[in-house]
């Protein structure tokens, strides 16, 4: 999807965990680009479509957007919520009144929860080998 390089384009970083989303918004007939294919094409499960599309519900502009997404890294759900990250910083780039609705939702927040890593002489992260008295 190529967008118009006369409309106004807003572009913001979305993350979550290991993925990062590039989004490039712009006003259009609500088609949704993601890695080059379809949004119904990219989502394997209704809740990861329904994920990114809670950003453009709660500002009421549903089939009014024209959306442009690059995602690397993470897995699926990861990147579902990043993009939503990404749509959300990006909508308030273009009207900053859409901040308060969309910071009530939890659409602005970046969820700072990673993985954490693994401990040496340690099986895991926090799992301990067995405790043998004799």
């Not at 993925?19 to 609500?30: D, F, P, S, Y």
């Not at 209704?46 to 957007?65: D, M, T, Y």
């Not at 024209?66 to 308030?92: F, N, P």
Request: aromatic share 4%.
């Amino acid at each position: 999807m190529i967008l118009d390089k006369k409309a106004d384009i807003y572009r913001a970083t979305g993350r979550r965990k290991r993925a990062i989303a590039r989004v490039r918004l712009a006003r259009g007939e609500g088609k949704i680009a993601i890695n080059g294919r379809e949004l119904k094409d990219f989502c394997a499960h209704e809740s990861f479509a329904r994920a990114i599309n809670a950003p453009l519900a709660v500002a009421e502009l549903e089939g009014q957007i024209d959306l442009d997404i690059k995602v690397i890294g993470g897995g699926t759900a990861g990147q579902g919520i990043a993009i939503a990250h990404g749509i959300a910083r990006s909508l308030e780039k273009m009207n900053a009144e859409l901040r308060k609705p969309l910071k009530k939702a939890g659409h602005i927040r970046r969820d700072p929860r990673k993985k954490e890593r693994k401990k040496p002489g340690q099986p895991g992260a926090r799992k301990k080998f067995q405790f043998s008295k004799r």
